[in-house]
């Protein structure tokens, strides 16, 4: 993780086996920053939201709610499989997790 300002972080790795997402907090300024809308600029909807597949979805909610997370749809067993929830980060970015694996089976 590379800090930002103000208590940010201008870069991150997530990383899963082999799989990697790279993702920052809000950027208003510069190039990138006038691509973008933020939630909290657009009636906190979002456009687009990852689904992080997880070998054990009810340890991660319980990881994202104790570090803030807002839960926005509880965690549940899916009628087409898996145990999953959707959560907001503490900028507002929407996120579903769970244990749904389209290449199991």
């Known amino acids: 993780m ?12 997530l990383s899963l086996g082999n799989g990697m997402i790279m993702l920052g907090s809000v950027q208003t300024g510069g190039e990138w920053g006038k691509l973008v809308k933020q939630p909290d600029e657009i009636g906190g909807f979002e456009t ?14 319980a990881r994202a709610k104790a570090a803030g997370a807002e839960i926005v749809i509880d965690i549940k067993d899916e009628d087409y499989g898996g145990r999953g929830f959707t959560c907001r980060d503490l900028e507002g970015r929407l996120w579903n997790v769970g244990t749904y694996d389209p290449w199991a089976g």
């Open 48 to 61: 687009q939201s990852p689904y992080l597949v997880v070998a054990d979805a009810d340890a991660v909610y």
């Open 2 to 13: 590379v800090p930002g300002e103000n208590n940010t972080i201008a870069h991150a790795q």
